[in-house]
DNA sequence: CCTACCGATCGGTAGG
DNA sequence: CCTACCGATCGGTAGG
C-alpha cells in the first residue's frame, strides 16, 4: 500500500482495441505466470518470489498472502474485460446487432491480447468465498449486459434464437474458451480471431445469414 | 493391480443415450469429488483416503499415487465420451446433418449426466506429460470425427460456416462448458440442455434456420 | 489393508 | 518513526 496499488495495472485510457504490453507489479506478474503453469495450488509462494528475485517475506510485505495475489489477479482481469466491453458497447451506439458484435470483439480482444490474465478464470474455485462472489457479480454483470442486447435484438427481429439466456453462456463460453488456446504465436492474430468469434457468436444467437441486414 | 482395474468403471453395453448411476472405485469416486471440490494440488491423498475411510497406505495399495487418480478419471471419462459419441455418429448413419445433431447431443448428455467427471477437463494441466498427451489425443480424435462430419455437411450445402474448424472447437468448448455451469437440481434435464445445444451448435456452423429441411 | 514413519517442503512469521 | 527487506525458523502437511 505504498506508490502503486492495482489501480495502475491495467487499463487507465486506452481505446478498448488497443492493448499495451501488461503493466503489472513485478509479483503480480510473475504469479499470473506461475498459476498459469501450476495453477494456484500448484504454486508455492517461493516459486513466485524466485521468480521475482526476493525473498518471501519479501513478497509478504506487498501482499497479505498467496490469496490476495489471486483475488487481485482477477478482479483486475474482469474488470479489464468490463471496461472494455462497455466501451465498444457505447461505441457502437444504441443498434443491437452493432453492440452484440463490438461486445463479442472486445470480449475476444481481451482473451487473447491478456491470455494469462483471462486464463486464470480457471482458479475461481480457489478463491475465498467473499473474493469469489465479487469476481462472479461481475462476470455475471458483463452476462446481463450481452443478454440485454440480445435480447433487443430479438424484440427488433435481429436475433432469431428462442433461447437468448442459453444462447448468451455459450457465446461467454465460447469466448472464455480463447483464452486455452490462443496462442501469440499462433497462425492466427487476435483480432483474426475476435472477428471469427463475431461470426460464430452471431450464429449462435441465431442473426440470419442469408438476408441482406 | 489386483481385483479391479479401471475397465468395469464406465460403459460396459449400454445405449449412448443411457446413463447408470456412475459406477466408480470408492477411491476413485471421492477422489472426483475431492478434485472437483479443492483441484488436483488442492487435494491431499489424506483427505481421499478420510473420505474413502480407509487410510493413506491402503490408499496407495490400489494406486501407484496422487497422479494416477487423476489419470485414470479423466482416461475413463475421455473414453466414455468418444464411445458414446462414436454410438451416436453410427446410429445417425450417414447424413451429415443427424450425424452433427446426434454427436453433439452425446457429448451434452456425457458433459450432464457425468458432470463431475468431465470437469475434472479442468485439470489436464495436473496430468504428468505422458499422461496429459493420451489424453488430449483422445480429445483431438473428437474433435476431428466432429470436423469431419461438418466438413461433410459443408459439402452438400447444409452447414455455411466459411470456418469449419473454428466453429468446431467453439462448439466442443461450449459443450465442455456445460460441465461448468450443468446442476442435476437446476430448472433443465440434461436431456433439455442436450436439446439446446444442439440447436445453438447448428446456428454456430450455420445450418440456415429459415429454410425446411 | 494397518502402524509407524521418512526427507522435503508447505504457507506464513519471528526478531532485527 | 518509515520503507524495504534479511536469515532463520515456526507449526503442520506433502507424497511416499
New binding site residues.
Partial sequence: ???ETSQDIAAPAEHWRSYRPLALHPILLRAMEAFNEHGY?G?????IAGRVG????????HY????ALLATLLETSIKDVLDRCRAAAAEAGDDPLARFCGMVESIVLSMAHRRQLAFLDTEIRSLEPENRARYVALRDYLEHMLLDTVEAGRARGVFATPIPADAVRAVLIMCQGVANWFREDGPLTAEQVAERHVLLSLGTVGHPPAPAS
Fill in positions: 500500500m505504498s506508490t495450488h504454486t508455492s509462494v517461493r516459486d526476493v525473498t518471501v517475506p519479501a513478497l509478504y510485505y497479505a498472502n498467496k490469496q
